[in-house]
């Protein structure tokens, strides 16, 4: 590593720690390796864990072609309840008893939201409109009217089902959000849902298992510039 160098230029894959914001990553490894080009190829939730690549001096400008690339995520879902954001951020609220839904009726609902689809961001998210980022106006009880954007959910796949929770693995196109899919998939199901848990596993042919855990990154970063010292 040789941050201090006009051409340098490097990639890391961080698994984003639990409640951390990405730009909390980036803030982070910035100070670290002591560059002012920095930054993120696609946001996680404070609330979700997993693969986040951060680009760094010269690869910054391959951003948007990371961002592009097919993600997947494996989750859960509780249904029968709900929150504002569609996530553990807000109040849960219930709605309405999911103990009767069959297996084959929540499978077919998220086979429903499979493929080329119209979908609603959340009114809790980082997205802009007039300037402003949408949450901060949710967050004030203002109501801001979105409108539905075309993702692709390449597979959306129910691995368990344990009522009121399921699980599943989801593997889909740039700007799918997840909580949106959990909104949708309990509105067709007629109960309500929430996303309880979500982790980033890929990025392209990118890999969570092949990611530095944050911690272990920084130190080897010191360790570096002490050794170039």
């Known amino acids: 590593m040789a941050p201090h160098e ?4 490097e990639v890391f894959l961080v698994n984003k720690p639990y409640r951390w914001t990405s730009f909390d990553v980036v803030k982070k490894l910035r100070n670290a390796l002591k560059v002012k ?3 993120h190829a696609g946001t996680l939730d404070p609330l979700a864990t997993g693969l986040l690549i951060i680009c760094a001096g010269k690869e910054t400008k391959n951003i948007e072609h990371y961002q592009a690339q097919e993600k997947e995520y494996e989750g859960s879902f509780v249904l029968g309840k709900t929150t ?3 996530d553990l951020e807000q109040e849960i609220r219930d709605v309405s008893d999911p103990s009767f839904l069959t297996e084959t009726a929540i499978i077919q609902a998220a086979q429903s939201l499979t493929g080329d689809i119209l979908q609603v961001p959340p009114a809790h998210s980082a997205i802009k409109k007039d ?9 004030k009880g203002i109501t801001v009217h979105l409108d539905a954007r075309p993702v692709t959910v390449n597979s959306f796949v129910i691995t368990k089902i344990c009522l ?6 989801i593997r889909c196109s740039k700007g799918t959000y997840i909580r949106s899919l959990a909104r949708d998939i309990g509105e ?3 109960v309500g849902a929430y996303l309880s848990a979500l982790k980033r596993t890929a990025i392209g042919d990118f890999r969570l298992e092949n990611a530095w855990e944050l911690d272990d990154l920084i ?7 002490n050794e170039d010292l």
Do not use: T
Request: glycine residues 12%; proline residues 3%.
């Open 6 to 9: 006009q051409a340098y230029g």
């Open 84 to 86: 504002d954001s569609y």
């Open 188 to 190: 067709l199901l007629g």
């Open 164 to 169: 009121p929770e399921i699980q599943f693995h």
């Open 219 to 225: 130190d080897k970063i010191y360790k570096k510039r």
């Open 131 to 139: 300037g402003k980022r949408v949450y901060e106006s949710a967050r």
């Open 37 to 39: 080009k920095i930054g």
